[in-house]
């Protein structure tokens, strides 16, 4: 575990490289532009199977799963609101003060900062603003509860697609941008580059898995506790399995999966903290290449071991 945590603090440096960031954002925003152009378009269509679905879930289990999916959306729009009053308000002094190889390790800090500081709120007044959610889904025809649950779960399920499509276009890259890592810190070591085609292989399937799951597993969103574990699970096998065999194409001439379950708890928990960054806004942009560099360099250190 000594390994995972040195791969794991290395990971958070290696992020806020200029190289890493650019990788992050730009695919980032491209492909979050891509999902929220389709989903503006098939939003009818999709708001139609999420409609399907709440059809076969008790009124009393969408009403109060619904307000606590309302709550964590209004989390997420006032992380962003205080993000973007803050950039508002003081942009022209952050512009001054911060050079513009910081700027964007500014950015996410200034976002984390507002995530977190949202979550000592909620944490405080949570339950609190869940009731006032509930009583307002409690006056509203039940047509307008479905409605509005049905809105959210479209949500979800563009989000995860956004999700889904960073980490395969991270899995795609990884190559380059491991080499670039590997020219900083491992200059006596050469990135293997022989398993590329095996390694997109592996990534399809899992993704192709996960997304089959999710939608298995949709009606457990309003299973309250069983909702949070199911996604955080789902996320974190997607991310373990495909980022795993990535960094091991990476590092080894021939992968043995055997050896590699042997790490399995390391592994795990470096899945753990990269699922992490999909609850933060912006930040979750960069949780595959955190993964991808936290990964190869945990496996990195094992192998010279």
């Not at 960069?286 to 955190?290: C, I, K, L, S, V």
């Given at each position: 575990m000594k390994n995972a945590m040195k791969a794991i603090v290395f990971g958070f440096g290696e992020i806020l490289n200029w190289n890493t960031m650019l990788y992050a954002l730009i695919s980032g925003f491209l492909i979050t532009a891509l999902w929220v152009g389709i989903g503006f378009y098939f939003w009818d269509s999709i708001v139609s199977i999420s409609s399907r679905i709440l059809e076969l879930v008790p009124f009393s289990m969408v009403r109060s799963n619904g307000a606590w999916m309302l709550s964590t959306f209004l989390w997420l729009q006032v992380v962003l609101l205080t993000f973007a009053l803050i950039f508002a308000f003081f942009g022209n002094i952050i512009l001054r003060s911060v050079s513009k190889e910081k700027y964007t390790s500014f950015s996410l800090i200034v976002a984390g900062a507002s995530a977190v500081g949202w979550a000592i709120v909620w944490y405080f007044k949570g339950n609190y603003i869940y009731h006032q959610f509930l009583k307002l889904l409690t006056w509203l025809p039940f047509e307008t509860i479905e409605k509005g649950v049905a809105f959210l779960i479209g949500f979800y399920l563009v989000y995860n697609a956004i999700i889904v499509t960073l980490l395969f276009v991270a899995s795609i890259f990884s190559e380059p941008l491991i080499v670039s890592v590997e020219e900083r810190h491992f200059k006596e070591d050469k990135v293997v580059r022989d398993h590329q085609f095996r390694s997109i292989g592996y990534t399809i399937r899992d993704s192709l898995i996960f997304l089959l799951v999710s939608l298995i597993a949709l009606p457990l969103?309003?299973?309250?506790?069983?909702?949070?574990?199911?996604?955080?699970a789902l996320w974190i096998w997607l991310i373990k399995d495909t980022l795993t065999y990535d960094a091991a194409v990476l590092n080894y001439e021939n992968v043995d999966k055997e050896e590699l379950k042997g790490h399995k708890g390391a592994l795990w928990f470096i899945s753990l903290v990269t699922a992490l960054f999909n609850f933060i806004p912006v930040l979750n942009l960069?949780?595959?290449?955190?993964g991808e560099i936290t990964m190869f360099h945990y496996l990195k250190s094992v192998q010279k071991q």
């Open positions: 969103l309003f299973v309250p506790v069983l909702n949070i574990i199911v996604m955080i960069f949780g595959p290449y955190f």
